[in-house]
């Protein structure tokens, strides 16, 4: 009877760790997610700020390009 008591008892602690790891592994692959969305959104943004230094560029040689081709 003994024996059978310290057995559930370990079957109740397996399925409690198993519960647990199951729920570590869903928040884990949300993190994981999360840090795709984040990545993406990061290299929207380092886009963007190429084009507005580009675009900030040109209009710093703007005045240049249009007293060279006025000339």
Not at 1 to 18: I, N, P, R, T
Not at 20 to 30: A, F, T
């Given at each position: 009877?003994?024996?059978?008591?310290?057995?559930?008892?370990?079957?109740?602690?397996?399925?409690?760790?198993?519960s647990?790891?199951?729920?570590?592994?869903?928040?884990?692959?949300?993190l994981k997610?999360?840090?795709d969305?984040?990545?993406?959104?990061?290299?929207?943004?380092?886009?963007?700020?190429y084009?507005v230094?580009?675009?900030?560029?040109?209009?710093?040689?703007?005045?240049a390009?249009?007293?060279?081709i006025?000339?």
């Open positions: 009877m003994l024996q059978d008591e310290s057995e559930v008892k370990l079957q109740v602690e397996v399925a409690v760790l198993k647990k790891i199951d729920h570590v592994e869903e928040s884990v692959h949300g997610q999360q840090l969305d984040i990545e993406t959104r990061l290299v929207r943004v380092e886009r963007i700020t084009m230094l580009g675009g900030l560029v040109i209009l710093q040689f703007l005045p390009i249009t007293n060279f006025g000339t």
